[in-house]
């Protein structure tokens, strides 16, 4: 077999079980001797979000973001790893990469705008990595397509999300509906205010605690065409025409307004600084604040929200008024959020009705979304096996929630670590008042 057919045969049977860590990574080894180190990086990142191959997965992932130059998160998935115990390797890593970053090894991560520059990535790219179990925005084709053709690819299907799907957040719907809905659905009342629409929220959070899923939801709530653009993918596979494609794409948004445009992974778009890449960001950000700029003035039906799980990476230029003005904290699920996501996904399941989730609720403190929707997919297997075992169907039981329960864990822990230090010592201009408030909150301080 060629190293393409064994490479295709694996992404296959990833798409299968995407949740084999230990063949993500075997997958990810095959790529960098392929060559094809971001897609190596790709296949990393999701083998380290399982918790059975995090360790192993972010060994391989820093040394391999230290070499592309993604040094930022190179150091944050570093810290990370150690969290997880300690590690000879990992610590000289971490001091590798500070050295390279220029800054003495035992302070805090830097903040904006010294982010650190990103190495350029060959255009175009080979087909990315198959997507993780989460969902992930339309998959952009690696061909040259015509600016229009694709910019048309971003839509997501018309899967309809309201806030009433979302559990908890109760704060981040109120000011997305003040900010975001009202000026659309009222401009008059808006207005006598004197509040001017326009610019747009920029969340941020541990993983999968609804970013997303809430961005979708806002776009149900208007009954707006939502369109989601992974900036990483701009950056990484249209190197050199990222810039074009932007304006497309907000052309797009225009013409089929009302739209939400949703940046994902804005982070992406980090570097301000460094030698080559420079000035590939420097027009990139450039075109996409004037396109910002334009919304305001010449389209009020395009609303914009952003992503991150880094904001300390994000460019300060868009967090100027009229910009990503506001910068929201999306926090792992409260209590009562805990208990409905969970009692709505178990319901789902033959016998889930009749569970009682209380005593999960209580141990899934700091639990993302996307864990609690794992953990109950976890519980229902079990007893699926058991159907399939006996081609009658079984219930799902009490004990097969605390088996799943036993086998899993938060997967938020290594984000709040990382956070806190930037809480901690890069809190300037209080930017980060509301993720010390939340650290305080849940005893992470
Ligand atoms: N508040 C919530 N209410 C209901 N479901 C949720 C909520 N938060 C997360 N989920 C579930 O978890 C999944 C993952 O959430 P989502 O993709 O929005 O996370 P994210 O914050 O965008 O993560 P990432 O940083 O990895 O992009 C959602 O598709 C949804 O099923
Ligand atoms: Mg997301």
Same mark, same amino acid.
């Given at each position: 077999m060629t190293d393409a057919t064994v490479l295709n045969a694996l992404a296959q049977a990833l798409e299968r079980d995407p949740r084999n860590g230990a063949l993500w990574i075997h997958y990810a080894e095959l790529l960098v001797a392929a060559g094809r180190a971001e897609d190596a990086a790709s296949a990393l990142r999701t083998a380290a979000e399982l918790s059975a191959t995090r360790k192993q997965a972010l060994g391989k992932l820093v040394p391999l973001l230290r070499e592309q130059g993604k040094l930022a998160e190179a150091l944050i998935r570093a810290e990370a790893a150690l969290e997880l115990g300690h590690d000879p390797q990992l610590a000289r890593e971490i001091e590798l990469i500070q050295a390279l970053r220029g800054a003495p090894s035992e302070a805090p991560p830097a903040t904006q705008p010294s982010s650190p520059p990103r190495a350029p990535a060959a255009t175009p790219r080979p087909k990315a990595a198959p997507p993780s179990e989460e969902l992930a925005p339309a998959e952009i084709a690696p061909e040259p397509l015509a600016d229009d053709e694709w910019a048309s690819q971003f839509d997501w299907g018309d899967l309809r999300l309201t806030f009433a799907d979302v559990a908890g957040l109760d704060d981040i719907k109120r000011q997305i509906s003040l900010r975001i809905i009202a000026p659309f659905k009222q401009p008059g009342v808006f207005e006598a205010f004197g509040r001017k629409g326009g610019g747009g929220i920029l969340l941020y959070g541990p993983p999968g605690c609804g970013k997303t899923y809430i961005a979708r939801a806002t776009a149900g709530e208007l009954g707006a065409r939502f369109v989601s653009v992974s900036i990483h993918d701009v950056v990484d596979k249209y190197w050199g025409e990222s810039e074009k494609l932007i304006h497309a794409l907000f052309e797009h948004a225009r013409r089929s307004a009302p739209t939400v445009l949703f940046f994902d992974e804005f982070d992406a778009l980090a570097s301000t600084r460094g030698r080559e890449s420079a000035q590939f960001f420097k027009t990139l950000v450039d075109q996409l604040l004037q396109e910002m700029d334009g919304v305001k003035a010449r389209n009020r039906d395009v609303l914009l929200l952003a992503a991150t !799980? +880094?904001?300390? !990476? +994000?460019?300060?230029?868009?967090?100027r008024p009229g910009r990503f003005d506001r910068v929201l904290l999306v926090t792992p699920p409260d209590k009562a959020a805990r208990e409905s996501m969970l009692a709505e996904r178990l319901r789902a399941l033959p016998g889930g009705e009749a569970l009682d989730v209380r005593g999960a609720v209580e141990k899934t403190e700091l639990y993302s979304g996307a864990d609690l929707v794992a953990l109950a997919e976890r519980a229902g297997e079990r007893a699926l096996e058991r159907s399939l075992a006996s081609g009658k169907v079984h219930r799902v039981e009490p004990k097969d929630l605390e088996r799943a329960l036993a086998q899993s864990r938060a997967s938020t822990l290594e984000w709040i670590a990382t956070a806190r230090n930037f809480a901690r010592y890069a809190n300037e201009g209080g930017q980060y008042d509301e993720l010390v408030d939340y650290l305080k909150r849940i005893k992470k301080w």
């Open positions: !799980n +880094v904001p300390w !990476n +994000v460019d300060s230029a868009f967090r």
